[in-house]
Structures are given as C-alpha cells and as structure tokens.
C-alpha cells in the first residue's frame, strides 16, 4: 500500500521558516515527481512547488525566493523548505505523488500552517 505522511507544521510569526516533511512508501520514490499542494480557507488547491524524478522543479509565482523544494531519494522523503512567511501562507499543506503511469497519484492527509503573529 501506498502512504504519504507530512509533518512539520504548525504556528509560526511573520518572517519566520518552517520545514516540511513528506514520507513515502510503498513507491518506487526516485521516478516520482512529488509536489507539495496548499489550500487555505475559502480557496480551491493549488500547486506550490514540485520537483520531478530529474530534478526539475515548479513553482508558484506567490512563494518564489521564499520556499523551495527538495527530495532526499535515500530516504524516500521530500521537504519544503519555507522562509520568510506571510500570514496569506496559512493553509493545509498537502504532499503529492505523481508517477510516470497515469492515475498513479497519491495524497498525503495534510499538516496546518499557521501564520500568524
């Protein structure tokens, strides 16, 4: 069975940085590419960064130079890095898993942030 677990969140001030966690199993990690999603009260889903199997990555124009991305292939696990945070950040923050063979996606349950001061 396939299961991604995020971890990481919580309450953090303006301008301050959090780093998420997604833990995969039950999937060949290195040929998935893994996104990390987001979506906040009142607003539909939306992509925040993902980084491909190769290395390359996507990312929203609203946390350009502020998040960034990266995969640890070893220990099947992905992170988001994210500095200099905005109250408009607050959001679940949900980990992806798209695999090369369409409808081979998966979704983690989530983890808050909360930005706030």
């Known amino acids: 069975q396939v299961q991604l677990v995020e971890s990481g969140g919580g309450l953090v001030q303006p301008g301050g940085s959090l780093r998420l966690s997604c833990a995969a199993s039950g999937i060949i990690f290195s040929i998935y590419t893994m996104g990390w999603y987001r979506q906040a009260p009142g607003k539909q889903r939306e992509l925040v960064l993902s980084i491909s199997s190769g290395g390359g990555t996507k990312v929203a124009n609203s946390v350009k130079d502020r998040f960034s991305i990266s995969r640890d292939n070893a220990k099947n696990t992905v992170y988001l890095q994210m500095n200099s945070l905005k109250p408009e950040d607050t959001a679940v923050y949900y980990c992806?898993?798209?695999?090369?063979?369409?409808?081979?996606?998966?979704w983690g349950q989530g983890t808050q942030v909360t930005v706030s001061s």
């Open positions: 992806n898993a798209e695999g090369p063979r369409v409808g081979s996606g998966y």
